[in-house]
């Protein structure tokens, strides 16, 4: 999706989708998760994320509301963005100009103010349940705890983002400053919200 906002800035934030269609490696995607939706009505507005469900492209009218009858029917798009890459194949730039509106766009949807001076470092460490999280989870917190400890202003807070809302994460990666994401997602959210030149 960033490449799109990327897009979207450069053409002068006027163009906003009417429908979606949404590919990963060549199959259709009927749906996003609930955290890249929000995100994505914050940059667009709400109910602006209308996910097509490619259903008909036969029978020659071309209408994509009906059950599959020829799925080798091209299908002719009047004015349509597709985009083959994700951010790999953005420049820094572009993709820092992306991060700086969809952060802005997310504090706003969420009514998130960054005028508070941050005098501390705010270390946030999120974490998962399941199979994905950490086996030894008591052991990876007090490693953090002790090394927080070592510097002075630092705190640490220990969070589950499956037990928050979007606008919660929002707010709770505005307070803090310094965030080691456990997986490449997490990462990503670190990096569009906690902002430039910290940690």
Known sequence: MVPFVSWYIKNGCQAVPDRWILYHWGELRMSIGPWLRCLMEATFGENRVNIERVTEIGSGDHNLDSAVEDDSSPVCFEDSVVMRHNEGGMGKLRRLEAY???????????????????DKIGLTLFMRTGPRSFKNESVVIKIFEKECQKVQGCQLTVAYSSNLTFCEQVKLKEEHNCFPPPYTAEELGGRLFIGIGVC
């Open 100 to 118: 700086d509106m969809l952060r802005c766009k997310a504090r706003i949807y969420c009514n998130v103010s960054n005028d508070e001076k941050i």
